[in-house]
């Protein structure tokens, strides 16, 4: 048996522990240095700002951009042939010049009174022709007295004229004006409108309607906004100056008419005819 001796195994173990440490040391200096340099170079890299790398497309890449792109090209251009005009019609169209206007013949004769729908009675009182534009144009001239106003009418549109009414015209609008008002249950501004297309529109029945709905008679408990008023005016004016002239009759008797028909300023009325024998019988007793 070998004889072991304690400075020997003391010896070795004490080599050992002195060799790990001096491992560990080497370690730990060599880690600090790998982190200073990791340091300078993150710092380097900050200050040199680096260059774009170009990124070298793979063949198989730009095949298919391409094919993306031409599929992309023939979808907007089918779009844009769905939206285009097939080339029959974008041929430009044939410009004809105008050098006279369409010839009618005349319904109206000068003097002769005409309903024009938005301004009322008027009466003729010229025919011109007329140059606008390089064409040549026939006119009636019309005078309306009420507005004091001139206007002129193509030949080719003397549809939009109308004729005077007639006498059965006209007593079926009294008998219009006599009946029972229609009045819709609507927004007034809707029955506005509906008012004044009717009066617009230049129909004698359509007025003797606005006239009708829009009377309130003598009755000073109603209460009529501004609106109404003014539309009933328009309607009465237009109504009495056609009544007038074909009733050939003055403008008083028309009126007592209208409103007699309407059951309007029936105590004015009234006042009139007491006054009138009180100053017959005044005249006699002078006269004595």
Not at 178 to 190: D, G, H, L, Y
Not at 194 to 212: D, F, H, M, N, Q
Request: a positive charge; aromatic letters at 4%; charged letters at 40%.
């Amino acid at each position: 048996m070998k004889k072991i001796s304690l400075i020997n195994t003391l010896k070795k173990t004490f080599k050992t522990k002195k060799t790990e440490k001096k491992r560990k040391i080497k370690k730990s200096v060599i880690k600090q240095k790998k982190e200073k340099i990791v340091v300078k170079q993150k710092k380097e890299k900050v200050l040199k700002k680096p260059k774009a790398k170009i990124q070298k497309k793979s063949p198989k890449k730009a095949s298919k951009l391409k094919t993306l792109k031409n599929e992309k090209k023939e979808v907007t251009e089918n779009n844009t042939n769905l939206l285009r005009i097939p080339k029959n019609s974008e041929q430009k169209p044939e410009i004809k010049k105008v050098k006279k206007q369409d010839t009618e013949k005349k319904e109206y004769k000068i003097k002769d009174y005409v309903v024009y729908p938005k301004h009322g009675v008027g009466q003729i009182t010229e025919f011109k022709k007329m140059n606008i534009g390089g064409i040549e144009i026939e006119t009636y001239i019309m005078k309306f007295e009420k507005d004091k106003a001139n206007g002129m009418v193509p030949v080719n549109k003397q549809s939009h004229l109308r004729p005077l009414a007639t006498i059965n015209q006209v007593n079926k609008c009294i008998s219009i004006l006599k009946s029972k008002p229609k009045i819709k249950r609507s927004m007034w501004s809707r029955r506005a409108q509906e008012y004044e297309a009717k009066i617009s529109s230049g129909k004698i029945y359509e007025l003797a309607e606005v006239v009708r709905d829009l009377n309130k008679g003598d009755d000073l408990m109603v209460d009529q906004s501004y609106s109404e008023r003014q539309l009933f005016e328009k309607a009465y004016d237009r109504i009495l100056t056609e009544f007038q002239i074909v009733l050939d009759i003055s403008l008083e008797d028309t009126q007592k008419k209208l409103d007699k028909a309407l059951k309007r300023n029936l105590e004015k009325q009234v006042q009139k005819t007491e006054i009138k024998p009180a100053e017959e019988e005044i005249s006699e007793e002078i006269a004595k």
